[in-house]
């Protein structure tokens, strides 16, 4: 089975291979194909993956290529985790919008805008490719931002686009660990747009025990989003949000911790990833070290600045484990062997959100199987959390509409619509600071 993966010289793409590694059953991935524009990013990954098959029997096979047709051509899977404009565009997302004073994370608000203006262009055309060199494959999207770039490839490719995300299983996991039940036992009621969800519920042999973690406040307290967000306010929703949610719940707090850091997020990722890349020049280097070492030092400064405006302190241990990766997995062992599972993912709506149209991609806890992802029917959601998902998807139709017309009205529309962002005349001003520094949203007009 040909796995290809997209954005294949990233610097997480090595947790991915290391899943595939693990997988030992009948109809595993035997093949694999890293697409990447840049040949020497290819090379670094390379060189990770290949010490990381080392000692192990038939490892899947690697192939590295720029050409994106020839990698996309008989895959079975797709795997798409790109990054338009690179990690100095995320910083450049960052800091227009900080000069602004608005939000600048890069799928959240106006980072997350520019960078989905920029991005749903080239995952247009790359789903066209798909179905037109792949028509059997299935796409599994992890670019950000997922959901609205999901719901752009859908549109090409329908259900054979899936998008996912590890923020939903690392607080389903979080949850369950807590309440000291098995997170692999447990349904995750969980609903909303990605990185714009809550878990309303998590049954255990049929028992919801998330009121009993509700009524405790040390329960509560003791772990990441009972530190981020305040026992009172988690007992005043009684419900768990994603942790992204605390750019909307705190945005004052947020943005002026992130205006007094010295370097954003995607700059100080763009600074150690570069010296990871320029290491990996070195002959000699040791590349699985050196990418471990990487790895471990991103996962712990992972929104550092929320926990600090939030006095949450240190991630815990148990928490820099990622977990993409074995969402991935999952989702492809269920595809290509029915393996029926129960998985958060984002998928076109259904009709399972009454409050969205059919093809609106949400994320949802959905049964999967070789027929795909089905979403599984919920609840309805609260009228605070209504009115904060039809607000974002509104957006996120409005960057989709921007982005087919290439209309700069629609662009500053898509901003000036945008909970986070508080006047037109900044969505305008956004506008421009991103056409200034963003060669791919040229296209603007």
Same mark, same amino acid.
């Given at each position: 089975?040909?796995?290809?993966?997209?954005? %294949?010289?990233?610097?997480?793409?090595? /947790?991915?291979?290391?899943?595939?590694? +693990? #997988?030992?059953?009948?109809?595993?991935?035997?093949?694999?194909?890293?697409?990447?524009?840049?040949?020497?990013?290819?090379? +670094?990954?390379?060189?990770?993956?290949?010490?990381?098959?080392?000692?192990?029997?038939?490892?899947?096979?690697?192939?590295?290529?720029?050409?994106? #047709?020839?990698?996309?051509? %008989?895959?079975?899977?797709?795997?798409?985790?790109?990054?338009? %404009?690179?990690?100095?565009?995320?910083?450049?997302?960052?800091?227009?919008?900080?000069?602004? =004073?608005?939000?600048?994370?890069?799928?959240?608000?106006?980072? =997350?805008?520019?960078?989905?203006?920029?991005?749903?262009?080239?995952?247009?055309?790359?789903?066209?490719?798909?179905?037109?060199?792949?028509?059997?494959?299935?796409?599994?999207?992890?670019? $950000?931002?997922? =959901?609205?770039?999901?719901?752009?490839?859908?549109?090409?490719? =329908?259900?054979?686009?899936?998008?996912?995300? *590890?923020?939903?299983? %690392?607080?389903?996991?979080?949850?369950?660990?807590?309440?000291?039940?098995?997170?692999?036992?447990?349904?995750?009621?969980?609903?909303?747009?990605?990185?714009?969800?809550?878990?309303?519920?998590? &049954?255990?042999?049929?028992?919801?025990?998330?009121?009993?973690?509700?009524? *405790?406040?040390?329960?509560?307290?003791?772990?990441?989003?009972?530190?981020?967000?305040?026992?009172?306010?988690?007992?005043? /929703?009684?419900?768990?949000? $994603?942790?992204?949610?605390?750019?909307?719940?705190?945005n004052r707090e947020t943005v002026r911790a992130y205006q007094q850091v010295e370097k954003t997020r995607g700059?100080?990722?763009?600074?150690?990833?570069?010296?990871?890349?320029?290491?990996?020049?070195?002959?000699?280097?040791?590349?699985?070290?050196?990418?471990? &070492?990487?790895?471990?030092?991103?996962?712990?400064?992972?929104?550092?600045? $929320?926990?600090?405006?939030?006095?949450?302190?240190? !991630?815990? +241990?148990? *928490?820099?484990?990622?977990?993409?990766?074995?969402?991935?997995?999952?989702?492809?062992?269920?595809?290509?062997?029915?393996?029926?599972?129960?998985?958060?993912?984002?998928?076109?709506?259904?009709?399972?959100?009454?409050? /969205?149209?059919?093809?609106?991609?949400?994320?949802?806890?959905?049964?999967?199987?070789?027929?795909? @992802?089905?979403?599984?029917?919920?609840?309805?959601?609260?009228?605070?959390?209504?009115?904060?998902?039809?607000?974002?998807?509104?957006?996120? !139709?409005?960057?989709?509409?921007? @982005?087919?017309?290439?209309?700069?009205?629609?662009?500053?529309?898509?901003?000036?619509?945008?909970?986070?962002?508080?006047?037109?005349?900044?969505?305008?001003?956004?506008?421009?600071?991103?056409?200034?520094?963003?060669?791919?949203?040229?296209?603007?007009?």
């Amino acid at each position: 089975m040909k796995l290809t993966i997209l954005g %294949g010289g990233g610097f997480r793409v090595p /947790l991915v291979y290391g899943a595939l590694l +693990a #997988d030992r059953g009948e109809g595993r991935v035997t093949r694999v194909v890293l697409h990447d524009l840049d040949d020497s990013r290819l090379n +670094a990954v390379a060189r990770v993956l290949d010490e990381q098959a080392a000692a192990v029997p038939d490892a899947p096979e690697v192939t590295a290529t720029t050409d994106l #047709d020839e990698a996309l051509r %008989g895959a079975d899977f797709v795997f798409s985790a790109i990054r338009v %404009g690179g990690l100095e565009g995320r910083a450049n997302d960052e800091r227009v919008a900080l000069a602004e =004073g608005v939000l600048g994370q890069e799928t959240v608000g106006a980072g =997350g805008i520019a960078y989905g203006l920029r991005t749903v262009p080239v995952a247009v055309d790359i789903a066209r490719r798909v179905a037109r060199l792949a028509p059997d494959a299935w796409v599994i999207n992890f670019t $950000n931002p997922a =959901g609205l770039v999901t719901e752009a490839m859908s549109r090409h490719l =329908g259900d054979r686009v899936i998008g996912i995300c *590890d923020s939903p299983v %690392g607080l389903g996991r979080r949850i369950a660990r807590v309440l000291g039940a098995d997170p692999k036992q447990a349904w995750i009621d969980y609903v909303g747009l990605n990185h714009l969800g809550w878990v309303r519920g998590l &049954r255990v042999a049929g028992r919801d025990e998330l009121p009993r973690l509700l009524a *405790d406040p040390d329960l509560l307290g003791s772990f990441e989003e009972g530190k981020l967000f305040g026992v009172d306010w988690l007992q005043s /929703l009684g419900a768990i949000p $994603n942790e992204y949610l605390h750019y909307y719940y705190f945005n004052r707090e947020t943005v002026r911790a992130y205006q007094q850091v010295e370097k954003t997020r995607g700059a100080f990722l763009a600074d150690q990833q570069a010296r990871f890349y320029e290491e990996m020049k070195r002959p000699g280097a040791a590349a699985l070290t050196a990418w471990d &070492r990487t790895r471990a030092e991103r996962e712990a400064t992972y929104m550092a600045e $929320n926990r600090e405006s939030a006095g949450a302190g240190e !991630r815990d +241990a148990d *928490d820099l484990s990622g977990g993409y990766e074995k969402v991935a997995l999952a989702l492809m062992r269920a595809v290509a062997r029915d393996e029926r599972t129960t998985l958060i993912l984002n998928v076109r709506n259904q009709g399972t959100l009454s409050v /969205l149209d059919t093809d609106a991609v949400i994320e949802v806890p959905c049964l999967v199987d070789a027929n795909g @992802a089905h979403p599984v029917s919920v609840s309805p959601l609260p009228e605070h959390a209504t009115g904060l998902v039809c607000a974002v998807k509104g957006v996120e !139709r409005e960057v989709l509409a921007a @982005a087919e017309s290439g209309s700069r009205t629609t662009a500053v529309k898509a901003f000036a619509l945008h909970p986070l962002v508080d006047s037109v005349n900044v969505a305008r001003r956004l506008v421009e600071g991103y056409a200034a520094v963003h060669p791919g949203l040229a296209y603007l007009r």
